[in-house]
């Protein structure tokens, strides 16, 4: 199995032209991003391993940018911030052979005045119900875009942004993502609409495991997240024997080189207007444009912190350092790509820039009046300033 591996490693080497160390780091963690897996057992044992609950066969499955309701993953867990005792905290739609799906899923859309929300209906429930206190809520990919450039922010210069107990009295709070590490240490989260992975191999890792049930280092288990009541699934054919993981350290690397290098969207044409409307309705102080070591402004719009949204956008769902009513404010860069896959805020309800900063109450709640009072002309340069982002 390891010889098959590095195999495949071989394979893909002289498939790319003679390349500096860097490119091809890249090139192969790229066809490693795209690769789709399949299950256990498979002709070629090197591409095995997928399940045997999954949601998706590749990562590109989800991050290439489609609207599709599949490629959005259904988040399971308590106000505790516990998972389901049987399904964890994602229900996968996918088993291997012989293994059932955790459940079908149905998303319907409701009215809710001028807004729009969602109502999901589990059908075909593989393992008996779900807990009484287990809530599921839908989360759409977040882009890959840029997100090297999120990695390398530096944690000092997030945390001049946080304020947890509004010690300057604006209503804006903002609170770091603390969370305990694999090794026990606190660590900052950043990635994930709950900012809770702190970094890309961890998010990588996560990816693998939860979404696709590949085994890492990080998540040695090679069942991904079958829990210990569904024995069907922990039993079914693995893509890897007990000493080794299905996906190795290397292969794991290559994909966060690909991820570190992934090019940012391109910054649209200068709307200085729009951009002034922006921070004076206070936009800004929560999509901040933080900067790297060496000075530079990263035009992501986000501060990577959580930030409490109010009642609206509360999923009863504790995850990692957030509440149930936090978010870590989302990068607004790429917002067209957004638009076109589908949906705006963390389940897609938003369906244009104005229909997301109507869902802004809590600590955005003032933005959301200001903007409300805005002269025509200001609100849409505001608005064409977002859309241009
Ligand atoms: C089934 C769909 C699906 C698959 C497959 C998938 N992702 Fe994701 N990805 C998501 C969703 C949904 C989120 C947001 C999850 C959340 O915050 O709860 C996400 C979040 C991320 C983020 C965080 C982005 C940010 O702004 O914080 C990264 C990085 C990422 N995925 C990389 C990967 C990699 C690498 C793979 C393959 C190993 C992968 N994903 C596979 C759906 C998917
Ligand atoms: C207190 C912090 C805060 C303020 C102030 C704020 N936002 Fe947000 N914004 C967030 C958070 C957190 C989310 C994610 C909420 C979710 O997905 O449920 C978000 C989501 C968004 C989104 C959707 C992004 C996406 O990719 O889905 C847009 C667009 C947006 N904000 C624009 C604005 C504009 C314009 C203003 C000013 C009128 C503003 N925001 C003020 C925190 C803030």
């Known amino acids: 199995m390891v010889r098959?591996?590095?195999?495949?490693?071989?394979?893909?080497?002289?498939?790319?032209?003679a390349l500096a160390t860097e490119t091809l780091d890249f090139e192969i963690g790229k066809s490693l991003f795209n690769r789709n897996w399949v299950s256990a057992p498979a002709s070629t044992k090197a591409d095995d391993g997928l399940g045997p609950l999954s949601d998706a066969s590749s990562c590109a499955a989800c991050h290439a940018g489609e609207r599709r309701d599949e490629i959005m993953v259904i988040r399971l867990g308590n106000a505790e911030g516990n998972g389901d005792p049987v399904y964890g905290h994602q229900l996968q739609r996918r088993g291997s052979p012989g293994v059932a799906p955790e459940a079908n899923v149905e998303i319907a859309w409701h009215a809710a005045g001028a807004l729009r929300t969602a109502s999901i209906h589990l059908t075909d429930l593989g393992y008996g119900n779900l807990a009484a206190t287990t809530r599921y809520a839908l989360r759409r990919p977040l882009r890959i875009a840029g997100i090297g450039l999120l990695a390398r922010i530096p944690e000092a210069e997030?945390?001049?942004?946080?304020?947890?107990n509004d010690a300057d009295g604006d209503g804006v709070s903002g609170r770091p993502?603390?969370?305990?590490?694999?090794?026990?240490?606190?660590?900052?989260?950043r990635f994930g609409w709950r900012a809770s992975e702190p970094t890309l191999r961890a998010q990588t890792e996560r990816a693998f495991f939860q979404d696709m049930g590949l085994s890492t280092t990080g998540n040695a288990e090679s069942w991904g997240e079958c829990t210990e009541v569904q024995p069907a699934c922990r039993?079914?054919?693995?893509?890897?024997?007990?000493?080794e993981t299905e996906i190795s350290d290397s292969m794991?690397?290559?994909?966060?080189?690909?991820l570190n290098e992934a090019p940012a969207?391109?910054?649209?044409?200068?709307?200085?207007r729009g951009e002034k409307v922006f921070g004076a309705a206070g936009c800004a102080a929560c999509h901040a444009t933080p900067r790297l070591t060496e000075g530079r402004k990263v035009l992501a719009y986000t501060d990577l912190l959580l930030h409490d949204l109010g009642p609206g956008l509360n999923d009863g769902i504790k995850e990692g350092a957030a509440e149930p009513g936090e978010w870590r404010t989302p990068p607004l860069w790429g917002m067209a790509a957004s638009l076109r896959a589908g949906g705006l805020l963390h389940d897609v309800r938003a369906r244009n820039v104005e229909e997301a900063i109507e869902w802004h109450d809590g600590e955005a709640a003032k933005a959301r009046a200001k903007m409300r009072a805005l002269s025509d002309a200001d609100k849409a340069a505001l608005l064409a300033f977002v859309n241009g982002l």
């Not at 794991?252 to 690909?258: H, S, T």
């Not at 969207?265 to 200085?272: C, D, L």
């Open 265 to 272: 969207p391109r910054v649209g044409s200068p709307n200085a």
């Open 4 to 17: 098959n591996r590095l195999t495949l490693l071989a394979i893909l080497i002289v498939s790319v032209p």
């Open 177 to 189: 993502a603390w969370i305990i590490g694999n090794d026990g240490k606190r660590v900052l989260g």
């Open 252 to 258: 794991r690397d290559l994909v966060v080189a690909f």
């Open 235 to 243: 039993s079914a054919p693995q893509g890897a024997s007990h000493e």
């Open 158 to 164: 997030i945390l001049t942004r946080a304020d947890p």
